[in-house]
């Protein structure tokens, strides 16, 4: 034992340091992932009443004959939207809606809305 020259200390040293520099690494990156996912999630989630609201707008326009100013919203389990009619002409509106996500993303879209042939056009994302 009066040979001994001080080997195992320094490797297990250096064998734990870089077990602990993978491990934050691969930790990093696991919290990278997750974050981005949430991020997703919330997108799609802002896509998708976006297009409820698109839809149910349109039921709503349906029913009109000419062109009048209207503000509502409507309420859904993943979020609201709240809208905004402004006529532009007597056939024609400008729309706006703004979705709001329960975590509290928002989202906007404007579009002109004919009356006469009852389609959407100038669609414009707001985000």
């Given amino acids: 034992m009066k040979n001994e020259k001080g080997f195992i200390l320094p490797v297990t040293i250096a064998i734990s340091f870089l077990f602990f520099l993978v491990f ?35 039921e709503i326009l349906l029913s009109e004959e000419e062109s009048k100013e ?16 402004s006529p532009a002409t007597m056939t024609t509106s400008y729309i706006t809606l703004i979705c709001k996500t329960n975590e509290q993303r928002k989202s906007s879209a404007r579009f002109m809305y004919d009356y006469e042939t009852k389609e959407i056009s100038s669609w414009l994302d707001l985000r």
Avoid: C, H, R
Avoid at 79 to 84: F, K, P, R
């Fill in 24 to 58: 934050t690494s691969q930790v990093n990156a696991y919290l990278t992932e997750k974050a981005f996912s949430k991020e997703t999630e919330e997108i799609l989630i802002l896509e998708n009443l976006m297009q409820l609201g698109v839809g149910d707008m349109k």
């Fill in 70 to 85: 209207l503000t509502g919203s409507f309420n859904y389990p993943k979020g609201l939207i709240t809208y905004n009619v």
